[in-house]
């Protein structure tokens, strides 16, 4: 590492907070925006004097199109360095790191929890809306022509009195918890724990199983690991209602795709509501063969003031680790190592 002044590297978009970005590392840190074209010259300007000196990365999806995910060969190589000790991930979910090699190479990793839960939870609350009264199939009617040719008030239900379950309640599903009690709905969940945090009308039910047994609709909050993987299956969805809702804003791995479908097609689900797939940007092209079903390209946080707050949450826990030795937001894996 020269004498310089230390720096931290900008990978992937920062596209509202630079303004804030300045600010905050004013005096702590001279800011580097990685414009590597590929992997390769990634990891050789980290070997080199392009990105010398670097000791925290803010980091975003964005990067993958270019260096790709990081991965074992890019958490080695940040490891060689010597120097970089922390990456601040924009986004809630991470599962484009490989947390457990940071950890065995002692570099921290932090998200922006929080920063996400309102938008992400509107997008669930329109997607549970629109699904239990066929909202998308009729707009979809009413531009080609036919308005409402064949919808029918059968296949729709109001949203006061219908049951949400929620798996997990976090950040995000407990604000969607908040926003459906409004109407209200019966609100039941299950997470690893008892939520401290849920208030009396929510309800605690001890299994996947019978959590999709209560419910009308079913809204997916969980991170993508390796034990969240196609966490609702063939069984759990067919313990559902005959004529359910499966919501998914989470992660599409969560959901096996291919089991839901096949519950689609015989009519044991209503519909789904969809904002993630298991191989984004690619869209299963059976799903579209279902005009009940609304489905959304990852729009979750797609709005100014939820990626503003993302942008500045990620890098204000940078700029603590940079001045106080200790950033927040850890991810969990990572806090059981301090």
């Given at each position: 590492?020269?004498?310089?002044?230390?720096?931290?590297?900008?990978?992937?978009?920062?596209?509202?907070?630079?303004?804030?970005?300045?600010?905050?590392?004013?005096?702590?840190?001279?800011?580097?925006?990685?414009?590597?074209p590929?992997?390769?010259?990634?990891?050789?300007?980290?070997?080199?004097?392009?990105?010398?000196?670097?000791?925290?990365?803010?980091?975003?999806?964005?990067?993958?199109?270019?260096?790709?995910?990081?991965?074992?060969?890019?958490?080695?190589?940040?490891?060689?360095?010597?120097?970089?000790?922390?990456?601040?991930?924009?986004?809630?979910?991470?599962?484009?790191?490989?947390?457990?090699?940071?950890?065995?190479?002692?570099?921290?990793?932090?998200?922006t929890?929080?920063?996400?839960?309102?938008?992400?939870?509107?997008?669930?609350?329109?997607?549970v809306?629109?699904?239990?009264?066929?909202?998308?199939?009729a707009?979809?009617s009413?531009?080609?022509?036919?308005?409402?040719?064949?919808?029918?008030?059968?296949?729709?239900?109001?949203?006061?009195?219908?049951?949400?379950?929620?798996?997990?309640?976090?950040?995000?599903?407990?604000?969607?918890?908040?926003?459906?009690?409004?109407?209200?709905?019966?609100?039941?969940?299950?997470?690893?724990?008892?939520?401290a945090?849920?208030?009396?009308?929510?309800?605690?039910?001890?299994?996947?199983?019978?959590?999709?047994?209560?419910?009308?609709?079913?809204?997916?909050?969980?991170?993508?690991?390796?034990?969240?993987?196609?966490?609702?299956?063939?069984?759990?969805?067919?313990?559902?209602?005959?004529?359910?809702?499966?919501?998914?804003?989470?992660?599409?791995?969560?959901?096996?795709?291919?089991?839901?479908?096949?519950?689609l097609?015989d009519?044991?689900?209503?519909?789904?509501?969809?904002?993630?797939?298991?191989?984004?940007?690619?869209?299963?092209?059976?799903?579209?063969?279902?005009?009940?079903?609304?489905?959304?390209?990852?729009?979750?946080?797609?709005?100014?003031?939820?990626?503003?707050?993302?942008?500045?949450?990620?890098?204000?826990?940078?700029?603590?680790?940079?001045?106080?030795?200790?950033?927040?937001?850890?991810?969990?894996e990572?806090?059981?190592?301090?």
């Amino acid at each position: 590492m020269s004498s310089r002044q230390r720096r931290i590297l900008i990978c992937g978009n920062l596209v509202w907070a630079h303004d804030e970005a300045r600010q905050l590392f004013n005096g702590l840190a001279d800011i580097v925006v990685m414009d590597s074209p590929n992997r390769g010259d990634f990891l050789a300007g980290l070997k080199g004097e392009k990105y010398d000196g670097i000791v925290g990365i803010y980091r975003h999806n964005t990067s993958a199109d270019r260096i790709g995910v990081f991965d074992e060969e890019i958490i080695d190589a940040l490891a060689e360095t010597g120097t970089v000790k922390w990456i601040a991930h924009n986004g809630a979910g991470y599962d484009q790191i490989d947390v457990l090699r940071c950890a065995k190479k002692g570099i921290n990793v932090s998200n922006t929890p929080g920063a996400v839960d309102d938008a992400t939870a509107t997008t669930a609350l329109y997607l549970v809306i629109s699904c239990l009264r066929n909202y998308a199939w009729a707009e979809q009617s009413l531009r080609q022509g036919t308005f409402k040719t064949g919808l029918h008030p059968g296949r729709a239900h109001d949203v006061t009195g219908r049951t949400l379950g929620i798996l997990g309640l976090g950040g995000i599903g407990l604000r969607l918890a908040h926003l459906v009690h409004a109407f209200p709905m019966r609100v039941v969940y299950h997470s690893r724990n008892k939520s401290a945090n849920a208030p009396e009308w929510c309800e605690y039910v001890d299994s996947v199983e019978k959590l999709c047994r209560e419910s009308d609709v079913l809204s997916l909050h969980v991170p993508l690991r390796d034990e969240t993987v196609h966490l609702v299956g063939e069984k759990e969805i067919r313990a559902m209602k005959k004529g359910s809702i499966i919501v998914n804003t989470a992660r599409g791995k969560v959901v096996d795709e291919e089991a839901m479908i096949r519950a689609l097609a015989d009519g044991h689900l209503s519909s789904v509501g969809l904002d993630v797939y298991p191989n984004e940007p690619l869209v299963n092209p059976r799903l579209l063969e279902f005009p009940q079903n609304v489905l959304l390209p990852h729009m979750g946080t797609e709005n100014q003031d939820s990626q503003r707050c993302m942008e500045v949450r990620a890098l204000t826990n940078l700029r603590d680790f940079l001045r106080d030795g200790q950033g927040h937001d850890l991810v969990p894996e990572l806090r059981s190592k301090l």
